[in-house]
């Protein structure tokens, strides 16, 4: 029969295939060796060509054909010439006991796999996977928490709802993460800051956070030079809520447990309802307006959220603390008691709020964004029971 001409070729540079030790449809075991004429002395720094022996070092590669493939190095030991040193070679495409170009892949699937899945695509460990992914993400974040940082935004998110929560550190300039702190706690915070040192703080002018008395003591701390800004759509929060409160009183019709409880025409405009007015559709406007004709004060609930709304419509301060002033005014008088707590906050974090006009109108919205990957990464591996392992993981896909 005739012999096949094709001969291997792994295209990796510097690397020269000298044989094939086993090529079998499962397997592929080639021996290779490098191409680079001397190494340089790790002691004394010299360039050392002698060579002294050859050692065999197995190192896994990516699969050529969909066969498992592993690279048998012919690896050299060089004598120094200036100080009778003995020394191993290195090489630039190989990583401990794989390919550099393989550990880039394993990395790679880890961001859209679980790590058991690609270790058992790759045939390799899932400690090892694990120790290349936390090496990796570790550099990511050096290098992101090294670069200046001008807008900072901060915000929660859940690695296991209702029980642990992780602090997300975001670089608006960049939009990048730089870090995920285990817990929402002030202490949580002021550790990052800390880690970070005076001189990188002092460089953040603006910080955004939810209204979150934890995060506000900690920035009051380390960031006492930026501006505090309460994340807009938080506040739109708080906002609806009162108007719901207010909605749910009304739809009650009878008692609970009897049928039907609720007034379904109040219940089904409940989305309708938390619409800016400039945005609702001629249809949204009838069925509001039939509705408010038949409850006056779901009518001054929708009043008073779209003063609210104006707080952010408002052209500068000014125009804003007209806006409160005309959203307090019918709160004092007792109507609508859903909006007291309301009132209460706006006024405990007046500053903040009100800052928003002066650093540029930032929002959260990046890091909200950021939090939608992070419940998909969460998802996709199945949950995770350690923070680090997590953190690693978010950093290197967002
Ligand atoms: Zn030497």
Same mark, same amino acid.
């Given at each position: #029969? $005739?012999?096949?001409? #094709?001969?291997?070729?792994?295209?990796?540079?510097?690397?020269?295939?000298?044989? =094939?030790?086993?090529?079998?449809?499962?397997?592929? =075991? &080639?021996?290779?060796?490098?191409?680079?004429?001397r190494?340089?002395?790790?002691?004394?720094?010299?360039?050392?060509?002698?060579?002294?022996?050859?050692?065999?070092?197995? &190192?896994?590669?990516?699969?050529?054909?969909?066969?498992?493939?592993?690279?048998?190095?012919?690896?050299?030991?060089?004598?120094?010439?200036?100080?009778?040193?003995?020394?191993?070679?290195?090489?630039?495409?190989?990583?401990?006991a #794989?390919? *550099?170009?393989?550990?880039?892949?394993?990395?790679?699937?880890?961001?859209? #796999?679980?790590?058991?899945?690609?270790a +058992?695509?790759?045939?390799?460990? !899932?400690?090892?996977?694990?120790?290349?992914?936390l090496?990796?993400?570790?550099?990511?974040?050096?290098?992101?928490?090294?670069?200046?940082c001008?807008v900072?935004?901060?915000?929660?998110?859940?690695? *296991?709802?209702?029980?642990?929560?992780?602090?997300?550190?975001?670089?608006?300039?960049?939009?990048?993460?730089?870090?995920?702190?285990?817990?929402?706690?002030?202490?949580?915070?002021?550790?990052?800051?800390?880690?970070?040192?005076?001189?990188?703080?002092?460089?953040?002018k603006?910080?955004?956070?939810?209204?979150?008395?934890? /995060?506000?003591? %900690? &920035?009051?701390?380390?960031?006492? /030079?930026?501006?505090?800004?309460?994340?807009?759509?938080?506040?739109?929060? !708080?906002?609806?809520?009162?108007?719901?409160?207010?909605?749910?009183?009304?739809?009650?019709?009878?008692?609970?447990?009897?049928?039907?409880?609720?007034?379904?025409? &109040?219940?089904? $405009?409940?989305?309708?309802?938390?619409?800016?007015?400039?945005?609702?559709?001629?249809?949204?406007?009838?069925?509001?307006?039939?509705?408010?004709? %038949?409850?006056?004060?779901?009518?001054?609930?929708?009043? %008073?959220?779209?003063?609210?709304?104006?707080? /952010?419509?408002?052209?500068?301060?000014?125009?804003?603390?007209?806006?409160?002033?005309?959203?307090?005014?019918?709160?004092?008088?007792?109507?609508?008691?859903?909006?007291?707590?309301?009132?209460?906050?706006?006024?405990?974090?007046?500053?903040?709020?009100?800052?928003?006009?002066?650093?540029g *109108?930032?929002? @959260?919205?990046?890091?909200?964004?950021?939090?939608?990957?992070?419940?998909?990464?969460?998802?996709?591996? +199945?949950?995770?029971? @350690?923070?680090? @392992?997590?953190? %690693?993981?978010?950093?290197?896909?967002?």
């Amino acid at each position: #029969m $005739a012999r096949d001409v #094709m001969s291997v070729r792994l295209h990796l540079p510097q690397i020269r295939v000298v044989g =094939v030790v086993e090529d079998t449809p499962g397997v592929l =075991v &080639v021996e290779v060796e490098s191409t680079l004429r001397r190494v340089r002395c790790p002691v004394c720094g010299f360039g050392c060509r002698r060579v002294h022996g050859r050692r065999q070092r197995r &190192v896994r590669d990516l699969e050529v054909s969909g066969r498992r493939t592993t690279l048998v190095w012919l690896r050299r030991r060089f004598v120094c010439d200036n100080c009778f040193e003995r020394c191993v070679e290195d090489h630039p495409a190989f990583e401990g006991a #794989m390919t *550099r170009r393989l550990a880039q892949r394993l990395v790679a699937d880890a961001k859209v #796999m679980p790590l058991r899945a690609v270790a +058992r695509r790759h045939g390799v460990g !899932w400690h090892q996977i694990n120790a290349l992914v936390l090496a990796w993400s570790a550099l990511v974040a050096e290098r992101r928490r090294s670069r200046k940082c001008r807008v900072l935004l901060v915000d929660e998110t859940s690695i *296991r709802k209702r029980h642990r929560y992780v602090t997300v550190i975001v670089n608006a300039d960049t939009g990048r993460t730089l870090a995920m702190v285990p817990h929402r706690s002030a202490a949580a915070l002021s550790g990052f800051f800390a880690q970070q040192g005076r001189k990188w703080c002092k460089q953040v002018k603006v910080v955004v956070t939810d209204g979150s008395p934890a /995060y506000r003591a %900690a &920035v009051a701390v380390h960031l006492g /030079y930026a501006r505090h800004v309460l994340d807009r759509f938080h506040v739109i929060r !708080w906002f609806s809520t009162g108007l719901a409160a207010v909605r749910r009183d009304i739809q009650r019709r009878q008692p609970q447990g009897s049928e039907p409880a609720f007034d379904p025409q &109040v219940f089904k $405009a409940r989305l309708a309802l938390l619409k800016r007015a400039d945005t609702l559709t001629d249809a949204d406007r009838a069925r509001l307006d039939a509705l408010f004709d %038949a409850h006056p004060r779901l009518k001054a609930g929708w009043q %008073a959220l779209q003063e609210l709304h104006g707080l /952010y419509l408002a052209g500068d301060r000014d125009e804003a603390l007209e806006a409160l002033g005309r959203f307090c005014d019918p709160c004092q008088t007792g109507e609508l008691p859903e909006f007291h707590d309301i009132v209460d906050a706006l006024i405990e974090w007046s500053d903040e709020f009100h800052d928003w006009h002066h650093a540029g *109108r930032p929002s @959260n919205g990046r890091i909200e964004g950021t939090n939608n990957l992070l419940q998909v990464l969460r998802r996709t591996a +199945r949950g995770f029971t @350690n923070p680090h @392992n997590c953190q %690693a993981r978010g950093l290197l896909i967002t």
